[in-house]
């Protein structure tokens, strides 16, 4: 089985002790390619640089988190926005909207939602949306949208069968992760709406650890299990999810 993790901060900190070998596991775990999000313009150097260091396996996107939009989001945007020409990234993101830490800025993070998906549109790359108890301000903005070819994923998605099928529609597809392992998150009955087809994988290393890790640092390597879970939701065997997923992810960003 071969897989590509579609969400990795693995340019973090918590991997700066063992991010050799928490590659290396991934690698012998089937792992092909490990996508980054970027956060802000604080966190490019060391994405550029763990993407130079595992080159063929670490692919870059460039984008502005939600919460990292605060009154400078501007000059942070224009400061990306102009970093673009300089590398071959292959997603904007990771954008979107999070009203879960912060509402101070709902206002700023909408515009800059909007500004993202738009420059995403410009440079013919897929997007990769946060949306943290957010859904109906993310759908408000993508239905701006609808109809211009807009491409991407709905990363660490947590909705409703309703939100999934709304998201497919748009022509996203849906980041699954740890939490479809968690004992009452409800996805199996949210994802009972679309589609293997309408998926990808990811891990949101460090964070979201599946079960039975969860709580702990989550890495590339679990993907595996991801991947077990999703099979049992549909009734596959794991070799079969593996490979449409796979190819879903491989289509998206044209690896």
């Known amino acids: 089985m071969q897989f590509i993790d579609t969400h990795s901060h693995i340019y973090l900190p918590e991997f700066d002790s063992d991010r050799d070998a928490a590659v290396d596991r991934a690698v012998k775990s089937g792992v092909r390619a490990i996508l980054m999000p970027n956060i802000d313009a604080g966190s490019l150097d060391s994405m550029l640089d763990t993407e130079k260091r595992y080159s063929g396996i670490c692919f870059s996107m460039l984008g502005l988190h939600p919460t990292s939009v605060k009154e400078d989001y501007h000059k942070q945007l224009e400061g990306l926005e102009n970093s673009f020409s300089a590398h071959n990234y292959i997603a904007v993101g990771e954008i979107g909207i999070d009203l879960y830490w912060d509402k101070t800025f709902i206002h700023e993070q909408i515009i800059a939602f909007r500004r993202q998906l738009a420059f995403s549109l410009d440079v013919k790359l897929p997007v990769v949306i946060h949306s943290r ?4 301000e993310v759908f408000a903005v993508l239905d701006e949208f609808a109809g211009r070819g807009l491409k991407g994923i709905m990363h660490a998605f947590s909705g409703t069968a309703d939100d999934a099928s709304r998201a497919v529609k748009m022509g996203l597809k849906l980041g699954i992760g740890g939490i479809v392992t968690f004992k009452n998150s409800g996805l199996d009955k949210a994802l ?4 293997p087809e309408d998926l990808v994988l990811e891990t949101d290393s460090p964070y979201l650890a599946p079960v039975p890790h969860r709580g702990k640092r989550n890495e590339s390597s679990y993907i595996c299990i991801i991947n077990k879970k999703i099979a049992d939701i549909y009734g596959m065997n794991e ?6 997923l796979y190819n879903n992810s491989a289509s998206l960003f044209k690896l």
């Open 133 to 136: 108890e957010s859904f109906p």
């Open 192 to 195: 009972s709406s679309v589609k």
């Open 239 to 244: 070799e079969e999810t593996a490979d449409v």
